[in-house]
């Protein structure tokens, strides 16, 4: 949920039935933002990647059969994540998880986020909450990668420092 400000708040820890829980709205940036709970029976959940530690996690979401566009769209948002936050990943603050959402076990992923192509989000886990935005911009500019670059960094570094502490 996205406050007038733009901060992040999370929602209630999982139910306790391996639901995924959420709510999303749009922040001015036009990235879409989620906070929800997710159930650690999937190995590539926020909470399960982290071991329930506060840290961001930077998913690449795809389905099973992926064009040349969308490898370059993965190849662009690892590149960034690497060539910018190499000491977070080094440290554990920051997980990279590339994920096949039509595999039954992530399916919460397609279904949660509405997901149809390929996407870049960010999972931010806090105090054993969860806050996602989904990096909608990516794919208008893959063509310009610098562009890509500045984005696909600022979304990042807006989701370590968003209040309420960061990752």
């Given at each position: 949920v996205v406050s007038?400000?733009?901060?992040?708040?999370?929602?209630?820890?999982?139910?306790?039935?391996g639901s995924v829980q959420a709510a999303h709205a749009v922040s001015g940036s036009g990235s879409v933002q989620a906070a929800h709970a997710v159930s650690g029976s999937d190995p590539v959940s926020p909470l399960a990647l982290t071991s329930g530690k506060d840290a961001l996690v930077v998913y690449y979401l795809h389905?099973?059969?992926?064009?040349?566009t969308c490898l370059k769209l993965e190849a662009l948002a690892r590149a960034a994540v690497e060539n910018n936050?190499?000491?977070?990943?080094?440290?554990?603050?920051?997980?990279?998880?590339?994920?096949?959402?039509?595999?039954?076990?992530?399916?919460?992923?397609?279904?949660?986020f509405k997901l149809s192509f390929s996407t870049v989000m960010l999972a931010r886990v806090e105090g054993g909450k969860v806050s996602t935005r989904t990096c909608e911009k990516t794919w208008e500019l893959m063509y310009d990668e610098f562009q890509f670059e500045t984005y696909l960094v600022g979304e990042i570094r807006a989701m370590l420092t968003a209040p309420g502490?960061?990752?």
């Open positions: 007038g400000s733009g901060s992040v708040q999370s929602a209630p820890e999982a139910n306790g039935s389905g099973n059969s992926r064009c040349k936050f190499a000491a977070e990943l080094a440290d554990g603050r920051m997980k990279w998880a590339e994920v096949d959402y039509d595999d039954p076990v992530h399916a919460h992923f397609k279904k949660t502490g960061g990752a």
